[in-house]
Each structure stands twice: as structure tokens, then as C-alpha cells.
Nanobody, 115 residues
Framework: QVQLVESGGGLVQAGGSLRLSCAAS????????MGWYRQAPGKQREFVAS???????NYADSVKGRFTISSDNAKNTMYLQMNSMKPVDTAVYYC?????????WGQGTQVTVSS
């Protein structure tokens, strides 16, 4: 079992920045990969970014160059630094973790970008 708790969401103006955190209930070195997904109202959940245990990262085209995913093994926490934010980034952001071929999800945190 992996429990994930997101934090850091909120309201920001277009062009601003936010940093999301995802705290895991166990050592993230035991987790194959972690990632961020988001779901806007009326839309399907979509991939945002991921990071593997070895540090390899992947990003959706829509956030490349603006968002940065990272992790801190000592704190068992993953982060998503979001810069140059746009109104289209408004969504509930979910943290995910893949361990032993099972995907775990956090409860989500709301991010709203005003124009």
C-alpha cells in the first residue's frame, strides 16, 4: 500500500508559479515511478509529468519548458514546479505512484489560474 498526499494547490494569476508536493507513506526509492496527472472540469484525466526511480523524466507537450518534476528521496516527496502558468492549466492535480505493477492515487489538489 502507498498513501499519497498532495499539497500546494491554490489560486494564481496567469504567468505566475506554484509548486505542488506529493508526500508518500513509504520510501519513494521503492516506487518504480511517480507522476502528476490533471483533470479539468468536463474533461478526462490527462498525463502531466512523470519521474522514475532512476530519475528519468517525461512531460506532456503542453507543459514542456514550463513545468519541472523532481523528487527528494530523503523526504519521500515528489514535486511539480509550475511556472508561466496559463488559464488552461486550471484543473485538479493528482499524484500517482506505480509500485509492484499497481497504480496508487492521491486525493487531488485544486489549481486555478486566473486570466
Amino acid at each position: 500500500q502507498v498513501q499519497l498526499v498532495e499539497s500546494g494547490g491554490g489560486l494564481v494569476q496567469a504567468g505566475g508559479s506554484l509548486r505542488l508536493s506529493c508526500a508518500a507513506s513509504l520510501s519513494i526509492s521503492s516506487i518504480a515511478s511517480m507522476g502528476w496527472y490533471r483533470q479539468a472540469p468536463g474533461k478526462q484525466r490527462e498525463f502531466v509529468a512523470s519521474i522514475t526511480r532512476t530519475g528519468s523524466t517525461n512531460y506532456a507537450d503542453s507543459v514542456k519548458g514550463r513545468f519541472t518534476i523532481s523528487s527528494d528521496n530523503a523526504k519521500n516527496t515528489m514535486y511539480l514546479q509550475m511556472n508561466s502558468m496559463k488559464p488552461v492549466d486550471t484543473a485538479v492535480y493528482y499524484c500517482s505512484a506505480v509500485r509492484n505493477y499497481y497504480t496508487y492515487w492521491g486525493q487531488g489538489t485544486q489549481v486555478t489560474v486566473s486570466s
